[in-house]
C-alpha cells in the first residue's frame, strides 16, 4: 500500500523504520531543518535523517503548500501515518487519500488528548496508559479508534522512559493497524466522550516548579513527568548561598517526624526533604552547574543546613 509518513521526533523515526518493512513507503512529510544542539547548528530531524537513510523522498515544507497536495497525486498515495508530527493536517488533505489516514497516539484515548499525553499518564499513575492508532478527522484527536494497546510500567517510569516503552509498543500497533488498512479489514470504534476530558499540553518551566506544601505522591508523580523536559525544580537555601536544583528521581521516604515543607534531613546515610505530609528521598538531583548526585552528595558538599523553598 502506497503510504505517506508525517512525523519529526526520534521515536516517529523509529516508527517509519518499521513501517518501511512491510509498506510502500512512498514519501515522508516532516519539520524543516532547524538550530538544534548546544551549538545552535542548523540540522535535519530524525525523521528527515531516516528517510534519506532509508531513500525515501521527503517534503519538509508545510502541508498547506499546494505542492503538498500535487506531490501526494502525482505519488498516487493511498493512506497515510502520522506519530509525532507537531501540525495539523486540513480536511482537504484528509480527504484526498482513499484509505485515510491514521495517526499513533501515545495514551488511551479519548484521554489525554492533545500535545504532551505520555506526561500525562505519568500524572495520572499510568491508568490510562498505552498507544491508541486512531483515523484523523478535523477534530483535535477525536477520530474512531482503530487499535489500542493499553501498557501497565511494573514500577514508576519518567516521562522518557516510558516514550520509550511506548515506542517499542507503538510501532508494532501501527503496522498491524495500517495491515488491517490495506486488507480492507479495519473496524473503527467510536472515541466515548467522558465528561471531564482534558487536554494534555504541554509543562512549561514555570509549572515545573516543586512546591514541598503539597502531599508527596504529588510531588513524587511530578518529578517523574518532568523528565526529561522540562525538569521538575526549586531554588535552595543552601548553607549561605542560593542555588538552584532540579530533581531527576525522588524515592520513597522515611519516619522523620515532619517538619516544615521543603526541610532537608538525613537518616540512615541518605537525604530526604519533607513534603505537606511526609518525607521523601532526594535519590538524584542536579544542582546548579553541577553534574546529576544524590542528594547525599549534596548536602555532604554544603556548609551548613538546607532548606527549598
Not at 82 to 95: D, E, K
Not at 134 to 141: A, C, P
Not at 178 to 199: F, R, S
Not at 227 to 248: D, I, Q, S
Amino acid at each position: 500500500m502506497r503510504t505517506i509518513f508525517a512525523g519529526s521526533t526520534l521515536q516517529a523515526a523509529e516508527c517509519l523504520e518499521e513501517l518501511a518493512k512491510k509498506q510502500e513507503v512512498c514519501l515522508v512529510l516532516t519539520r524543516p531543518d532547524a538550530l538544534r544542539g548546544r551549538g545552535r547548528k542548523e540540522s535535519a530531524n530524525p525523521v528527515k535523517e531516516k528517510a534519506e537513510k532509508l531513500g525515501i523522498e521527503v517534503f519538509d515544507g508545510k502541508p498547506s503548500d499546494p505542492l503538498f497536495a500535487e506531490k501526494l497525486k502525482e505519488k498516487e498515495v493511498e493512506c497515510g501515518a502520522v506519530v509525532a508530527y507537531g501540525r495539523l493536517i486540513s480536511s482537504s488533505l484528509l480527504s484526498l487519500l482513499g484509505k485515510g489516514w491514521y495517526n499513533l497516539h501515545f495514551s488511551l484515548l479519548p484521554y489525554f488528548r492533545g500535545s504532551n499525553p505520555v506526561a500525562a499518564c505519568v500524572l495520572d499513575h499510568y491508568v490510562h496508559c498505552g498507544v491508541t492508532v486512531f483515523k484523523l478527522t478535523e477534530g483535535l484527536d477525536e477520530g474512531p479508534w482503530l487499535l489500542k494497546v493499553p501498557f501497565a510500567p511494573s514500577f514508576p517510569l519518567t516521562t522518557g522512559e516510558l516514550t520509550e516503552q511506548l515506542t517499542v509498543i507503538g510501532k508494532s500497533a501501527l503496522v498491524k493497524a495500517l495491515d488491517e488498512v490495506e486488507e480492507g479489514k479495519e473496524e473503527l470504534k467510536a472515541q466515548e466522550e467522558e465528561p471531564g476530558l482534558k487536554y494534555a499540553g504541554k509543562i512549561d518551566k514555570s509549572s515545573a516548579r516543586i512546591d514541598f506544601s503539597l502531599p508527596k505522591e504529588k510531588i513524587f508523580y511530578k518529578v517523574l513527568a518532568c523528565n526529561p523536559n522540562p525538569m521538575a525544580w526549586a531554588e535552595a537555601k543552601a548553607g549561605e548561598k542560593t542555588t538552584y536544583v532540579k530533581f531527576n528521581r525522588l524515592g520513597p521516604g522515611c519516619d522523620l517526624p515532619i517538619q516544615e515543607p521543603g526541610s532537608v534531613s538525613c537518616f540512615k546515610g541518605k537525604a530526604f526533604v519533607c513534603c505537606g505530609d511526609g518525607w521523601l528521598e532526594l535519590t538524584e538531583i542536579t544542582p546548579a552547574s553541577k553534574k546529576k548526585m544524590s542528594g547525599e552528595t549534596w548536602l555532604r558538599g554544603i556548609r551548613g543546613e538546607a532548606k527549598f523553598f
